[in-house]
């Protein structure tokens, strides 16, 4: 016999002797006692399963939790504001200026500007708009415009700027 086949007789010797002895052994898979595994299980599988179902009852009851999520909403939010500020956004709209057509005095060319000015409101924000005497902040630039005077005449140009607003509504009793 070689010394080969010598080492293999005694490790198969010394693995059946081991064999012998395990049911003996502390550490023993069916040994309840050495793995302080109580008595009221039958065997070590029905103790660990009853560990794992401890184990996942603690984690439920243990980990956090978020709020539930509510369902989208629809919600209104109103701003208040001053009457007069509600009636002049919905009044009024944004400042035109616009250059009328020269004039042979101060007092021409403004009623020209005046006429140009009514044609822009118009052709911007329609006829509601066009009275002059209700918008806010009405200002003339008014200049000479001609550079030599023409048979004795100087010429005038004014500039006209106004944020143009419609007539405010008169509730009646009805």
């Not at 208040?80 to 944004?94: N, T």
């Not at 008014?142 to 405010?168: H, K, M, T, Y």
Request: hydrophobic share 35%.
């Amino acid at each position: 016999m070689t010394l080969r086949h010598a080492a293999i007789a005694v490790l198969a010797l010394v693995l059946s002797a081991c064999q012998i002895h395990a049911a003996d052994d502390a550490w023993s898979p069916f040994n309840n006692q050495a793995r302080n595994v109580p008595t009221e299980y039958a065997t070590v599988a029905d103790w660990e399963r009853a560990q794992r179902r401890e184990a996942r009852q603690y984690r439920r009851q243990h980990t956090q939790r978020y709020a539930e999520r509510r369902k989208p909403q629809v919600r209104a939010w109103v701003i208040e504001r001053a009457q007069a500020d509600l009636d002049r956004g919905h009044r009024c709209r944004s400042r035109i200026t616009l250059v009328g057509d020269q004039a042979l005095s101060a007092d021409a060319a403004k009623v020209q500007a005046d006429k140009a000015i009514r044609q822009q409101i118009r052709f911007q924000h329609g006829e509601r708009f066009t009275d002059l005497g209700n918008g806010e902040g009405k200002t003339y630039s008014c200049v000479r415009s001609s550079i030599g005077s023409i048979a004795g005449q100087d010429f005038d140009r004014c500039e006209v700027s106004i944020i143009p607003c419609s007539a405010p509504r008169i509730e009646t009793d009805k």
